[in-house]
């Protein structure tokens, strides 16, 4: 059938294959026919931009319980208009108090979604920590912490001057000093990992008696490692929901609505209420809400009964899901590569690099480029960074200036977060949407007489978890993902909030069948670019 396809390809495309050492595929990967799904009148641009949808009324408009400082703020930092997503969570956290699991596609604007209830909830005045957000990395926690700061920015009180004060408790981040301020002084929000939350409410650092909003972003993923890590192991397929792990017991013993802190004397004060003379110790009750984010978090029965019965959350949650089985953002393209074998993997994703980069700058788009690899941990990463800068810098030095680096979890959290850096470069975070592109060939040119900058991250899974960086425009898997999920959140990086992206895979003959089932499973197009030829000494 190969040949067949082949020997059908015009005589131009093939007089150009030879210097890329691939020929041009037309094969693709169709997705399955569904059913119709109506589509409510306010998701008008549903298949344009999908959970990202635009709503026409403003945050204020839409709710309008929410503090007056919190909406404006946002109007502030352009955060307008909620997208669908959005204002369906926040409706069901705010307005009708529920407990909430969040399920939505990558890049719609989830963490807003919960941040903006979390802060309405948030008494500044009060001096105890009174929100937690768990988180699975290191990185993406950074990323939430700063987005909650620079909305509490506008929080202060306007007869004491309090404010909301957010505080990370974070690999690296100086745990000893933390844990005196979150005693002496607690702040109003706490960021962390579960291990390392887990460390310093066992310690005692951390007064927890009045919590009254937990969230958990990326829940599966902190669910899938009992280290609060993320692992891409191919024995991790199923969330752990057993009653072991530190999200387990942070949740169901800590931050338990139920859970009565008897063993923390000084606690027992604060919180015991005289009744003729005698006391009695309260607990959280049911005022806690508990909300749960992810683009993939499990939407069977059972996990809903097992929030309950575990003690993560005090009443079964209500599901809130905008466009249930659509992982991915319709606005990301889905390509693949075949290489000859593993060793000509490098050479096809530096040509693959050079050809996507040169294609826009023909088409006069963005002078910046970034370009998010996904690796094996087994892979020598610096090694290959150095390979790409070397070769592209070469190719690409009249138009553009070439940095690659390396990001891993093993790394020491300053390596990390310089790769961070250098990748990220200006203020990126949650970015203005980008809702009224214009079609492609239509856009301004940007890139007349200015040298342009193509960044490039190389980094395991670590990298695929929430991570917002607007303009990344390119996620190539160097190395397949093993399972759906997996590349939901990788392929999430790009196409954010109502952007283009292109997610590309290179793979081997061999792997051809692992992908095709990849895209049944997710419901994707995913069309075949270009294919090695037997020649091709790279």
Request: hydrophobic content about 35%; aromatic content about 6%; proline content about 4%.
């Amino acid at each position: 059938m190969y040949k067949i396809r082949r020997y059908s390809i015009t005589i131009g495309l093939l007089a150009v294959a030879p210097s890329f050492g691939f020929i041009p595929s037309t094969r693709n990967f169709q997705r399955p026919q569904k059913a119709h799904t109506k589509i409510h009148a306010e998701t008008v641009n549903y298949k344009t931009f999908g959970d990202a949808t635009l709503s026409n009324e403003t945050f204020a408009e839409h709710f309008p319980t929410m503090p007056r400082w919190l909406s404006s703020r946002a109007d502030e930092c352009g955060w307008k208009n909620p997208t669908l997503i959005q204002h369906r969570a926040i409706d069901a956290i705010l307005n009708d108090g529920n407990d909430v699991i969040i399920q939505a596609q990558t890049g719609s604007g989830k963490t807003l979604g919960y941040l903006l209830p979390l802060l309405s909830r948030i008494d500044p005045t009060r001096s105890s920590i009174q929100g937690i957000i768990v988180v699975p990395t290191r990185e993406l926690g950074v990323q939430v912490a700063r987005v909650a700061r620079r909305l509490a920015a506008g929080s202060v009180d306007s007869e004491t001057g309090a404010k909301i004060m957010v505080m990370s408790v974070l690999q690296g981040s100086g745990n000893k000093r933390q844990r005196a301020w979150a005693r002496s002084d607690p702040p109003h929000v706490v960021i962390g990992t579960p291990r390392e939350l887990g460390d310093i409410v066992k310690r005692k650092g951390m007064k927890y008696h009045a919590v009254k909003f937990v969230v958990v972003d990326e829940v599966d993923a902190c669910l899938l490692n009992n280290q609060g890590t993320i692992v891409s192991s191919k024995s991790s397929k199923s969330l752990n929901v057993s009653g072991s792990g530190p999200l387990h017991e942070l949740l169901s013993r800590y931050l338990s609505p139920t859970f009565e802190e008897a063993e923390d004397e000084e606690v027992i004060q604060q919180l015991s209420l005289v009744e003729g003379g005698g006391s009695r110790i309260v607990s959280h009750g049911t005022d806690r809400q508990t909300v749960f984010v992810s683009a993939t978090i499990p939407q069977h029965n059972h996990f809903l009964k097992s929030c309950v019965q575990n003690q993560w959350m005090v009443r079964e949650p209500v599901y809130v899901c905008a466009s249930p089985g659509e992982l991915i953002p319709p606005t990301l393209k889905h390509c693949y590569v075949v290489c000859k074998g593993m060793e000509q993997k490098m050479g096809g994703l530096i040509r693959m690099i050079h050809k996507q980069i040169m294609k826009r700058k023909k088409s006069k788009l963005d002078t910046t480029c970034r370009v998010l690899v996904f690796c094996e941990p087994k892979r020598h990463l610096e090694e290959m960074a150095e390979i790409l800068k070397r070769d592209l810098s070469k190719s690409l030095d009249s138009v553009y200036d070439v940095s690659a680096s390396v990001l891993r979890y093993e790394d020491p959290t300053s390596v990390r977060m310089a790769a961070m850096e250098e990748f990220r470069g200006a203020d990126t975070y949650l970015g203005g949407r980008i809702m009224d592109e214009v079609s492609e060939g239509d856009e301004k040119d940007t890139s007349q007489g200015v040298k342009g900058d193509l960044r490039i991250l190389l980094s395991t899974d670590i990298a695929a978890r929430g991570l917002d960086i607007s303009d990344i425009t390119h996620v190539i898997n160097f190395d397949l993902p093993h399972e759906g999920d997996i590349y939901v959140h990788r392929g999430g990086r790009a196409g954010r909030l109502g952007r283009k992206g292109l997610v590309m895979s290179l793979i081997t003959h061999e792997q051809e069948f692992v992908l095709e089932r990849l895209a049944n499973k997710l419901g994707l197009d995913i069309k075949c670019i270009a294919r090695q030829q037997k020649g091709a000494k790279r």
